[in-house]
């Protein structure tokens, strides 16, 4: 499969896709720019601030949407007023990095340091009441997840294990335990972003090999997704009929003169809707 160019150039560092049925359009982050995009029919149209980082970002039940920005979460009502939970830690070398939310209703974003020390990064929850704790700790960089229907499993991605976990978790929304569900040590680049599909299948960005990877539920490939440029990030359904992967990259670290469509969205049919994803309740 080929993934084509949606977009021009709109990030140094795009992350955090999620399409927003109710713009009918994406959003995205320019995670280290700190801004929070939307894209509609592959032009931006808005590019809202947030400071030194925006992570990621999901939209809020009734209205608004809550962002994981440099050391805790800013929640926007509908009206674009902003409050701000945390910040959570005080070491200025920790920022936040990918998550998501989970159908209970709450938010989760895991952190990593600036320079990807070991060990250092974790996952947090936001509960919808807006009360946050840690479910998983000795992280490197926290990445890519995307929590089943039924919120009993999520997958997980801390980049450097090179693997897709899995992850049990309690009706509290505490991680119970973790197992490997997909080692991709043998593949080409490192796995970032993930969405799921209505098939139980797990789309993978593999960050450094310019592809996004399926596996179904047993974990075994499926396809691969070329989209034409090294540093590939994130994924997320969307479209009308939520059947269209939307692809972010990234020119983090290149030489200008190299890979001059680095930092746009690409997009590919699927062939398969996205699974349903959540909303913050809080």
Do not use: K
């Not at 976990?165 to 593949?187: F, I, M």
């Not at 983090?252 to 994803?277: H, K, Y």
């Amino acid at each position: 499969m080929r993934a084509e160019q949606w977009t021009l150039p709109v990030t140094h560092h795009g992350e955090g896709p999620f399409w927003d049925d109710r713009l009918g359009a994406l959003r995205c982050v320019d995670m280290l720019a700190g801004d929070v995009l939307t894209i509609r029919d592959g032009e931006l149209i808005d590019r809202e601030s947030f400071g030194a980082i925006a992570a990621v970002w999901r939209p809020r039940l009734d209205g608004g949407y809550v962002v994981a920005v440099e050391r805790g979460f800013v929640l926007v009502d509908a009206d674009g007023r902003r409050e701000t939970v945390g910040p959570l830690w005080d070491d200025p070398d920790v920022r936040m990095n990918e998550g998501g939310c989970a159908p209970d209703g709450s938010f989760y974003g895991g952190s990593m340091t600036y320079d990807a020390e070991p060990g250092r990064g974790r996952l947090w929850r936001m509960a919808p009441d807006r009360s946050c704790s840690v479910v998983l700790d000795d992280l490197t960089i926290s990445n890519g997840l995307a929590f089943t229907a039924d919120g009993r499993r999520a997958y997980f991605v801390d980049t450097p294990t090179h693997r897709v976990d899995v992850l049990t978790v309690t009706d509290s929304g505490a991680v119970a335990g973790r197992q490997v569900h997909v080692d991709l040590t043998e593949l080409p680049g490192q796995p970032d972003g993930l969405a799921l599909d209505a098939d139980g299948g797990i789309w993978v960005a593999m960050w450094g090999a310019g592809e996004v990877r399926r596996f179904d539920d047993r974990g075994v490939l499926t396809h691969v997704v070329d989209v034409g440029v090294t540093q590939v990030s994130a994924v997320a359904f969307g479209g009308p009929d939520h059947d269209r992967l939307f692809i972010t990259t990234s020119r983090f670290a290149l030489p200008e003169t190299e890979e001059p469509d680095a930092g746009s969205v690409f997009v590919v049919d699927a062939g398969v809707r996205g699974a349903p994803v959540e909303m913050f309740h809080g």
